[in-house]
């Protein structure tokens, strides 16, 4: 059964801080891992990776993938408190191929970024 | 249209009813999500289709949850004999082509309440 595992499941910060989260995985064949960002109840796309040690950059937002030791870091610098909000990991088997079993995702880490 | 649209987005009904949750996912997207989503937790998959029919079920914890999307474009969730387990945000999810996760555009949600 794939499982992804995310820490911290919470975190506080002060606006203008760096924060580092993380996410594990167990997957039977690795397709792909993805970050998504859940402020109300829409989950928003932010990054795909499917290779490891090359980062995918999106202004403050980077994100890399270790597919040796099985788990990605999701980096945010000089946080905005319009960042918090839920950030999911989740990751794709790809043995049933087509899209079939949808992603598994991790429980999130809950950001609050404070003023 | 221009996003994932679901309704109800509140559903509130006693232990016992039949609740039909609706799913228009964006227009040209051939694949379609199912997850629910318990509070604390990641989304957790359901079912996919892929055009009319059901691709993979092995997410519907059991018989009483039964999805249809009989066109190729509208799905509907129908939960039959609802428990108060069942309570969570039902969130659907469509991308254009079957397979492409990392496209997965995601609707607000329905939040059903069983009391």
């Known amino acids: 059964e794939d499982k992804v595992v995310q820490s911290p499941l919470s975190l506080v910060v002060h606006e203008g801080d760096t924060v580092t989260l993380n996410c594990s995985y167990e997957v039977t064949n690795f397709r792909s891992l993805l970050w998504y960002k859940q402020e109300k109840k829409a989950p928003t796309f932010l990054f795909m990776l499917t290779s490891s040690g090359i980062e995918k950059k999106s202004g403050r937002l980077s994100s890399i993938l270790d597919k040796k030791e099985l788990f990605s870091i999701l980096n945010i610098t000089a946080t905005q408190t319009g960042d918090s909000a839920v950030y999911l990991c989740a990751v794709e088997d790809g043995r049933s191929g087509g899209g079939a079993d949808g992603l598994t995702f991790g429980k999130g880490t809950h950001l609050i970024i404070q003023p | 249209g221009a996003g994932v649209s679901q309704t109800p987005s509140n559903k509130v009904t006693e232990k016992g009813k039949y609740v039909e949750l609706r799913c228009d996912p964006i227009?040209?997207?051939?694949?379609l999500y199912w997850y629910r989503q318990s509070l604390g937790q990641g989304p957790e998959f359901l079912i996919y289709?892929?055009?009319?029919?059901?691709?993979?079920d092995s997410g519907l914890p059991n018989d009483r949850f039964f999805a249809v999307r009989p066109e190729g474009s509208v799905s509907t969730l129908k939960i039959q004999r609802t428990e108060r387990g069942d309570s969570a945000v039902y969130l659907c999810?469509?991308?254009?082509?079957?397979?492409?996760?990392?496209?997965?555009?995601f609707g607000e949600g329905s939040r059903l309440t069983v009391l």
């Open positions: 999810a469509s991308s254009k082509i079957a397979g492409a996760l990392g496209e997965l555009f």
């Open positions: 227009s040209g997207h051939t694949a």
């Open positions: 289709f892929q055009g009319t029919g059901a691709a993979d």
